[in-house]
């Protein structure tokens, strides 16, 4: 019996035409034809999807959460960048 | 009886569907690594479902008001016609494999054959139990392909799964002197040529598997005339036990 672990995938899921794959989750397969197997077993056994990627999780490169206050607050005080300071004329609906 | 010859076909096919569908159910929880399990499982209930439809048109053949309830709880091991192959023990992962794929290369070509069926209940059935068997193909030969080819010991325990199995696979291709009555009627196809599809799967997989077929070519037989192993018993009680225990309950 080996130990070796088989490597872990990051599952990501298209529940319908014109939406994104979205992440939800992980597995562990031996290889991509089989991570797409189980993907297929574990994660769309209730009708969930119609397409499914599956990524090496080594492959995935994450931001480091010690960098999150350079990265990410800056933005907090720039609420400029949304297109929220536009005047909408009476006759726009559905915005 | 309304058709006694198509009933014991589909009873054969309904049965095949039952025991190895209760016989992969026993990995449930059991599974080497959870995303196996689940697989396991999900193929069992597959066939669990084909049983169902199958077994239920079974029980309109027969005309006595039986649904699948009734055929797949309440009759003894010499009434049911699975072939001997569904019945064995699970045994290691690379047997619970073989047993599966040996069973999916022989199911998919029927499944694709019976689309044509002139009966359209049987056809129906067919076109709903294709796609899932489709997969389970796939599955179980990406599987043997790597137990295979794989480690000395996956390898070993492929081929040992693969001598033990080997003797049950002709029974697959049973087929009745009524049956070519079913035949001629263009309701089921002739077994020799599943046969001459299920060879040409199996050759290639097991070549690619690097895995050898026995030499030693005896075949039992005797699970579709009603003659079981020692095996069925057992796996009947688990099966049945609440039905026999509390007639006519339900859940």
């Not at chain 1, 969930?48 to 080594?58: D, L, M, P, R, T």
């Not at chain 2, 048109?57 to 009759?75: I, T």
Request: glycine share 6%.
């Amino acid at each position: 019996m080996s130990n070796r672990e088989w490597p872990l995938w990051e599952v990501f899921i298209r529940s319908k035409q014109g939406l994104n794959h979205k992440h939800v989750g992980s597995l562990r397969a031996p290889d991509a034809t089989l991570a797409l197997e189980n993907a297929r077993d574990v994660y769309t056994r209730r009708s969930e999807g119609i397409s499914i990627w599956v990524v090496e999780s080594n492959y995935v490169h994450a931001s480091d959460p010690s960098d999150a206050d350079s990265l990410f607050e800056p933005s907090d005080t720039k609420v400029y960048r949304h297109p929220t300071f536009y005047e909408v004329p009476d006759g726009i609906k559905h915005m | 009886m309304k058709n006694e010859d198509l009933y014991n076909y589909v009873l054969r096919l309904g049965d095949d569907s039952l025991i190895l569908g209760q016989r992969l159910g026993e990995w449930c929880g059991h599974g080497p690594i959870l995303e196996e399990d689940i697989a396991m499982t999900n193929i069992s209930l597959d066939l669990i479902g084909q049983a169902m439809s199958l077994l239920d048109y079974a029980g309109v053949l027969d005309g006595q008001g039986k649904d699948h309830d009734a055929l797949a709880f309440l009759r003894f091991e010499n009434e049911y016609r699975n072939a001997l192959l569904l019945e064995q023990p699970n045994g290691d992962f690379a047997n619970t494999m073989m047993r599966q794929f040996l069973f999916d290369a022989f199911r998919k070509p029927l499944y694709e054959k019976l689309l044509e069926s002139t009966d359209m209940q049987i056809a129906a059935i067919a076109e709903k139990s294709l796609k899932e068997t489709r997969y389970h193909l796939k599955h179980t030969s990406e599987w043997v392909i790597r137990l295979g080819d794989g480690t000395d010991e996956s390898h070993q325990r492929a081929q040992t799964a693969l001598d033990l199995l080997w003797r049950y696979t002709d029974e697959l291709f049973f087929q009745t002197e009524e049956d070519t009555t079913l035949i001629s009627l263009g309701m089921v196809p002739s077994m020799s040529e599943i046969k001459a599809e299920w060879s040409k799967t199996v050759l290639s997989v097991l070549e690619e598997a690097t895995l050898v077929i026995p030499t030693n070519n005896w075949q039992f037989e005797g699970g579709r005339r009603g003659m079981h192993s020692e095996h069925l018993g057992f796996l009947l009680a688990d099966l049945q036990y609440m039905q026999r225990a509390y007639p006519n309950m339900k859940w």
